[in-house]
């Protein structure tokens, strides 16, 4: 794992412009505390900062080979867990290896099959090759968008980086927002639209695609995609198919040279793996598996149960603990540096977030990197095996926009109107919602089916709009410390499975992810299998509410603030006015409501400040 950066452009020569590079490169040093290293030629200046995860003593990037009177060279984010299947194919095409890392193996994929390697490769990615003989530089994303690939392309130049950051320092970047960028702030966030750079001159490319630049111009192209194909499987076929994937995911993305560990919420999803996990490190005599969870102080006294936080963890954490016998870390955090943590992941991520919910994840990353490198998340499985209640609530379901955000009407409220009419935030989310719909493959049978042409929409929607929200924060909260997170719930084999098995299937027994419990009969305790669903946890401690809404108040009084011209100060006053007790106005997904809100509208006045925002 690492951050990368780049420059291509033809009118220029790039040597003339170390400073710029090396200033790109280095605003990725969270990213790759490990080692940095550019590489320049005329036309094609790479940067690269390593976080060492195999073979550390080599690797170093960016990596260069000549072959057959050609240079290429690579800056590569991400991991392949089939690196060694794809070493001896190229080995036995006649290619010789000077190191063990995967980075070398996709650099030669890339001189032997040029850009179609991406569908020889199981991994999570982001890279940049440059071809020196042919003039072409290659971005490729991974299939599901676990790592982030930003491009700005102006005047013939094209810049790219795995953070916003990464551009924002280049001359030729401003930090300007339109009206569709600070739509996707106010209407869509911390969601974004695939694509959407939310700056001016910045793009994202979209998971599952390629771009390629020469001297003749861009050219963007997708190489992955889900497509709708009939099921055959019966119940019990289908969880055996998805138990084998499972395992043989786990023990790929398991394969290190540093320490290994897992996040374990005592949920169906993370149990499983750590389960996984602790086997296969007891059948290699490997030790003691380590597993780490996150709570806040005095959440247990302020616990409420809720439709979607229907229990806490903690009894469930110590239920696998016991039954798995791994090395557990319980990382408590309090409200100041809950609070506190709100800048930091703003800077991670370079736009407001998912307020304390990518705070304590930033901290927590911080905590886990005292002691490992590597972890294994749970992430994604909600979206994959359709966990999320809006999957079985009629609300949702007949709703005619984003499940996860059902309430716009309670955003535009709190919006300047004026603001609110330039941005039209109504028409703009209306417009981002029948995009994604139109993109939806269907089964000819779900084109007469209500019901089910409902549930593969609400799938799609799920996978390609509100799963890369969570993967981003993931990414950028744990590389913000230098922590490598895995997530063996997208890979793209079991995506691709499960995307097509039907939604009776899908709910075997009559519960959320039901398949997915049928596959884990036996790997866990049936009553670790059959908990209902608890999400991500979140602080409940009314001082956390105390001190966003205090701070919040604070930026309404300050005249300096940035924020003011954009919101409605009289309807946030009287909203942080209200009894605390009927605080709950729901803001984003499960976890996001009144105390969120604030949150969320600190983080982006600090955004405003920090990034020297421009609107126009």
Known sequence: MCGITGWVEWKKDLTHFPSILEAMTETLAERGPDASGTWMTKHCAFGHRRLSVIDPENGAQPMYRSEA??????????????????????????????????????????????????????????FAVWDDR???LLLARDRVGVKPLFYSYRDGALLFGSEPKALLIHPYVQPVLGPDGMAEIFAVGPARTPGHGIFRDLQELKPGHLLRFTPNGLRIQPYWKLEAREHLDDVETTAE???ELLIDTVHRQLVSDVPVCTLLSGGLDSSALTALAAQHYQERNLGALHTYSVDYKD???????????????????????????????????????????????????????????????????????????????????????????????EDALSA????????????????????????????????????????????????????KRRMRQMSYLNITRFMPTLLDRKDRMSM?????????????????YVWNVPWPIKTAGEREKGILRRALTGILPDDVLYRKK???????????LQAVRTWMLDILDDPSSPLQPYVNKDKLRAIASTDQDQFNIPWFGQLM?????????CQVDYWLRKYRIQSK
């Open 69 to 126: 009177d050609a240079t290429y060279c690579i800056v590569y984010n991400g991991e392949l867990y089939n690196t060694q299947e794809l070493r001896r194919e190229l080995e036995s095409r006649g290619y010789k290896f000077r190191t063990n890392c995967d980075t070398e193996v996709l650099l030669v994929s890339y001189i032997e099959w040029k850009a179609e390697c991406v569908e020889k490769l199981n991994g999570i990615f982001a």
């Open 134 to 136: 042919e003039q072409t």
């Open 241 to 243: 198919r998805i138990r």
């Open 299 to 393: 959440n247990d006294k302020h616990f409420k149960a809720s439709a979607f936080t229907p229990n806490p963890d903690a009894p469930w954490i110590k239920r696998m603990v016991d039954t798995l016998g791994t090395n557990h870390h319980a990382v408590e955090f309090d409200t100041p540096e809950l609070v506190e943590s709100l800048k930091a992941a703003v800077d991670a991520r370079d736009t407001p977030g998912m307020a304390d919910i990518d705070g304590s994840l930033y901290l927590f990353c911080r905590e886990i990197k005292k002691n490992a490198t590597v972890a294994l998340s749970g992430e994604a499985a909600d979206e994959v095996f359709g966990g999320y209640p809006w999957f079985h609530r």
């Open 400 to 451: 005619n926009t984003f499940p996860w955000s059902l309430h716009l009407h309670a955003r535009v409220d709190i919006l300047n109107p004026e603001f609110a009419a330039w941005i039209k935030p109504e028409q703009y989310v209306a417009e981002r919602y029948q995009e994604a719909l139109d993109e939806v493959p269907y089964l000819p049978e779900e084109r007469s089916d209500p019901h």
């Open 480 to 496: 913000a410390v230098g922590l490598e997170v895995r997530v063996p719930y997208c890979d793209h084999r079991l995506i691709e």
């Open 534 to 544: 608890s999400p991500y946890p979140k602080t409940h401690n009314p001082s956390y």
């Open 593 to 601: 409501n009144t105390p969120q809100l604030f949150a969320y509208l």
